[in-house]
């Protein structure tokens, strides 16, 4: 049981470059989220998904997209980087409480 | 989700009890406590949660006053592996899926003094 992982731990981008988060959780969770947190902030909710297939926006969704095609995997993709995306991205999966991936750490130049 | 207020930061002697308080004065009457802490840009780690009743686990111990506006959050023995921000949210149980935007803010930094 690996609980949340995601792929990559680090990554640098140039401004206008897309590419995908990676988030997989084993524990057959429902309710997946994905969170950025910018140097001395809390963390502000991305996009959500209550099930595959259903997917829905966070407080901060504009720049990214998601999909949920099975109940695992949750992948984030920034489509246009910007350097305001430059960020740490937290991936999580709820049961009964909320447990939340190591991060992948995001710069965008 | 209702609001919360935290202080910015704290200060414990290691051996101690840290008390981290957490106003929510707007809490909905199916609306839970939890509390997260995050260690050095880690992902955040569940420590509790409750409805209206104290609770209590291996990592803490979880109070709530009587009319659930405010609560607080005891470790026993602060160590010095415990320094960290930590978050309280109020939210609906997760089954309740609803309109699930939950926002962390900014939590409380505390440090263990050894």
């Known amino acids: 049981n690996a609980g949340v992982t995601q792929t990559p731990k680090f990554q640098v981008l140039k401004t206008g470059q897309s590419m995908t988060l990676q988030c997989a959780q084993d524990?057959?969770?429902?309710?997946m989220s994905w969170y950025r947190q910018d140097p001395g902030m809390g963390l502000r909710l991305i996009h959500y998904?209550?099930?595959?297939?259903?997917?829905d926006q966070g407080e901060v969704p504009n720049g990214y997209n998601v999909s949920r095609s099975t109940t695992e995997d949750f992948p984030l993709r920034l489509l246009s980087a910007a350097p305001s995306q430059t960020s740490v991205y937290f991936c999580?999966?709820?049961?009964?409480?909320?447990?939340f991936g190591p991060g992948t750490r995001l710069l965008v130049l | 989700d209702a609001k919360t207020t935290q202080p910015t930061s704290m200060d414990c002697a290691e051996g101690r009890a840290a008390n981290l308080p957490c106003n929510h004065s707007?809490?909905?009457?199916?609306?839970?406590v939890y509390w997260y802490r995050q260690i050095h840009s880690q992902g955040p780690q569940y420590i509790i949660h409750?409805?209206?009743n104290n609770e209590t686990n291996e990592m803490a111990s979880l109070i709530i006053t009587e009319d659930r506006k405010s609560s607080t959050l005891i470790l026993p023995h602060a160590t010095l592996r415990d320094t960290a921000v930590y978050y309280c949210?109020?939210?609906?149980?997760?089954?309740?899926?609803?309109?699930?935007?939950?926002?962390f803010g900014t939590g409380t930094r505390l440090t263990i003094i050894p």
């Open positions: 524990m057959n969770h429902e309710y």
């Open positions: 949210i109020v939210r609906a149980r997760i089954s309740n899926f609803g309109n699930e935007k939950l926002t």
């Open positions: 999580a999966s709820y049961g009964e409480t909320q447990y």
């Open positions: 707007t809490i909905s009457g199916n609306e839970y």
């Open positions: 409750g409805l209206k």
């Open positions: 998904s209550v099930g595959a297939g259903i997917t």
